[in-house]
């Protein structure tokens, strides 16, 4: 019989970390537990970085997603700048950097990822690349950015479309370089992509796809990129949003079992060693019916090390959340329900001109997935439908008079 934790710890600063403690305590875990992170401040809330951090408007107070006197109250040791330089599974034990060595009964690996660089092969050493994954990161971006000057994002994804969205409402010449055919492609159908980017323009930002980035070089405070048409921009900002790496090389080197990139755990969230889980940016797992994923979003990172932690007390049930990603753009608010890839045709409901726009995602006639833009009412009713995986007629879909939350209770 499995002994009941008397002390658990969490490797990392992030909300999935914090999700862990808050469960821990809701579901009456009583024993001790240890915050360690290689970050030596408070852990804080990372989306406002590419949007009201970056631009000033919040200050590093207002994205704690707690102050410290709630770690007290939640009896929570905390050790900030604190890397982790090994962990020794078999013996249930963490090796710290600077010394010293924590033991634990349960171990939550949520150390997230890292954003990734363009290459050496492409970027001269003395290139400044600008990445938005943590608070000197966006803290670094600041201080570059001003009036006027000009700004390159390689990458059209989520955080480079977040990041233009700010720097050009600062005053910034901004453009995207994007290597596919559309931006936001992994998350948005073609026409919610092609009405994004117009968006985008319409506030000022270049948008340039299909690009292929041959070289880049400094000269000075300017950055010479030179693209595969043979044609040449110049940069006083580099802003690079090209993915990112898991922070897996801990469990890598404990002979943790990884599997896309990142570290495979099975539906209680727990890796291949018993009593150490993973969650978040940095897990790799299954849904019943459907392959092996990494979801890098917030939501997920919350949800999972809420499982996980419930399954550490023996209490949880098997991991079924649907996907869930969200982005906030000028005034416009985008969710992404499900999947965004339809193999029927994308059905429409509402317009960007009207303030409003829900895209359904459908295979076989069957709804999979939903985007909705400035219409956060209708979530609810909407994930009840993709969960059941309703057959809704498309001109019921379309139609604005059609009530989504009577579909949803007859589905």
Same mark, same amino acid.
């Given at each position: 019989?499995?002994?009941?934790?008397?002390?658990?710890?969490?490797?990392?600063?992030?909300?999935?970390?914090?999700?862990?403690?808050?469960?821990?305590? $809701?579901?009456?875990?009583?024993?001790?537990?240890?915050?360690?992170?290689?970050?030596?401040?408070?852990?804080?809330?990372?989306?406002?970085?590419?949007?009201?951090?970056?631009? %000033?408007?919040?200050?590093?107070?207002?994205?704690?997603?707690?102050?410290?006197?709630?770690?007290?109250?939640?009896?929570?040791?905390?050790?900030?700048?604190?890397?982790?330089?090994?962990?020794?599974?078999?013996?249930?034990?963490?090796?710290?950097?600077?010394?010293?060595?924590?033991?634990?009964?349960?171990?939550?690996?949520?150390? %997230?990822?890292?954003?990734?660089?363009?290459? %050496?092969?492409?970027?001269?050493?003395?290139?400044?690349?600008?990445?938005?994954?943590?608070?000197?990161?966006?803290?670094?971006?600041?201080?570059?950015?001003?009036?006027? /000057?000009?700004?390159?994002?390689?990458?059209?994804?989520?955080?480079?479309?977040?990041?233009?969205?700010?720097?050009?409402?600062?005053?910034?010449?901004?453009?995207?370089?994007?290597?596919?055919?559309?931006?936001?492609?992994?998350?948005?159908?073609?026409?919610?992509?092609?009405?994004?980017?117009?968006?985008? /323009?319409?506030?000022?930002?270049?948008?340039?796809?299909?690009?292929?980035?041959?070289?880049?070089?400094?000269?000075?405070?300017?950055?010479?990129?030179?693209?595969?048409?043979?044609?040449?921009?110049?940069?006083?900002?580099?802003?690079?949003?090209?993915?990112?790496?898991?922070?897996?090389?801990?469990?890598?080197?404990?002979?943790?079992?990884?599997?896309?990139?990142?570290?495979?755990?099975?539906?209680?969230?727990?890796?291949?060693?018993?009593?150490?889980?993973?969650?978040?940016?940095?897990?790799?797992?299954?849904?019943?019916?459907?392959?092996?994923?990494?979801?890098?979003?917030? $939501?997920?990172?919350?949800?999972?090390?809420?499982?996980?932690?419930?399954?550490?007390?023996?209490?949880?049930?098997?991991? $079924?959340?649907?996907?869930?990603?969200?982005?906030?753009?000028?005034?416009?608010?985008?969710?992404?329900? %499900?999947?965004?890839?339809?193999?029927?045709?994308?059905?429409?409901?509402?317009?960007?001109?009207?303030?409003?726009?829900?895209?359904?995602?459908?295979?076989?006639?069957?709804?999979?997935?939903?985007?909705?833009?400035?219409?956060?009412?209708?979530?609810?009713?909407?994930?009840?439908?993709?969960?059941?995986?309703?057959?809704?007629?498309?001109?019921?879909?379309?139609?604005?008079?059609?009530?989504?939350?009577?579909? /949803?209770?007859?589905?």
């Amino acid at each position: 019989m499995t002994m009941a934790p008397q002390n658990i710890v969490l490797i990392g600063g992030g909300v999935a970390a914090l999700s862990a403690i808050e469960t821990l305590r $809701t579901e009456g875990y009583e024993g001790a537990i240890h915050l360690v992170s290689d970050e030596a401040e408070l852990p804080y809330d990372r989306p406002p970085l590419s949007k009201a951090y970056l631009s %000033g408007e919040a200050a590093l107070p207002t994205i704690l997603l707690h102050d410290a006197a709630w770690y007290d109250s939640q009896r929570v040791q905390l050790l900030l700048g604190q890397p982790v330089a090994s962990i020794d599974v078999a013996g249930q034990a963490l090796q710290l950097q600077r010394g010293g060595r924590l033991a634990f009964d349960r171990l939550l690996i949520a150390t %997230g990822a890292r954003a990734r660089t363009l290459p %050496g092969a492409v970027v001269a050493a003395d290139v400044p690349q600008h990445v938005v994954r943590t608070r000197a990161d966006a803290d670094g971006l600041r201080q570059a950015m001003r009036p006027g /000057a000009r700004a390159v994002l390689v990458g059209g994804g989520v955080i480079g479309m977040e990041v233009a969205a700010t720097l050009v409402q600062q005053g910034c010449e901004v453009t995207v370089l994007e290597a596919g055919d559309r931006v936001m492609a992994r998350f948005f159908p073609p026409k919610l992509s092609a009405l994004l980017a117009a968006v985008h /323009a319409g506030e000022g930002v270049k948008i340039r796809t299909g690009v292929g980035i041959m070289a880049i070089t400094q000269r000075g405070a300017v950055s010479f990129i030179s693209l595969a048409d043979g044609s040449t921009l110049e940069a006083e900002v580099l802003v690079v949003g090209v993915g990112a790496t898991p922070n897996s090389e801990l469990a890598e080197a404990a002979g943790l079992r990884l599997r896309l990139q990142g570290i495979e755990v099975d539906d209680a969230a727990m890796t291949s060693a018993p009593n150490l889980y993973a969650a978040g940016d940095v897990a790799t797992f299954r849904l019943p019916g459907h392959d092996w994923a990494r979801w890098e979003n917030w $939501t997920h990172a919350r949800l999972q090390a809420a499982h996980a932690a419930r399954h550490m007390l023996g209490k949880g049930l098997a991991y $079924t959340e649907l996907p869930w990603v969200w982005s906030d753009q000028y005034d416009m608010n985008l969710q992404v329900l %499900g999947s965004p890839v339809s193999d029927d045709p994308v059905v429409l409901r509402g317009s960007l001109e009207g303030g409003r726009l829900a895209a359904f995602h459908r295979r076989d006639g069957r709804l999979i997935g939903a985007t909705l833009v400035n219409d956060g009412k209708h979530k609810s009713a909407v994930r009840k439908l993709v969960e059941k995986g309703a057959l809704v007629p498309p001109e019921q879909l379309a139609d604005p008079a059609v009530d989504l939350k009577k579909l /949803a209770a007859q589905a």
